[in-house]
């Protein structure tokens, strides 16, 4: 069972950043406005420490969350989705017209019983 999962078309967009960038990270911190928003950066621009939850993979990416947005987002499923237009974020589909955002589903009671154990 995954916790978190990509739409098709921001997998493109993951595949096009990873061949400009070199290897990324996902990064949602949980601050306010486009900072509650998933961030895609290089590997190596990004700090992380033990307030940061790993909650999988997308393209070969890992994928973090701030422990205290994990908090309110743990007993969901996440899939990482794309739309036009600019945020306001250091992240690298920023110059592109596009920003990456998430659609929420609550987990199943057997997804719950795995995930949250």
Not at 82 to 87: A, K, L, M, Q
Request: glycine share 8%.
């Amino acid at each position: 069972m995954e916790r978190i999962a990509i739409t098709e078309k921001a997998a493109e967009v993951v595949q096009q950043l990873k061949k400009q960038h070199g290897n990324l990270i996902f990064h949602q911190s949980g601050g306010c406005c486009d900072g509650s928003s998933p961030m895609i950066l290089p590997e190596e621009d990004m700090y992380l420490d033990e307030s940061d939850v790993h909650l999988g993979k997308l393209e070969g990416v890992n994928f973090y969350m701030n422990q205290d947005q994990f908090e309110y987002w743990k007993h969901t499923h996440l899939t990482v989705d794309i739309t036009e237009g600019r945020g306001a974020s250091f992240s690298l589909e920023i110059p592109l017209g596009l920003r990456f955002i998430i659609h929420s589903r609550l987990l199943t009671e057997e997804e719950n019983a795995v995930l949250n154990s």
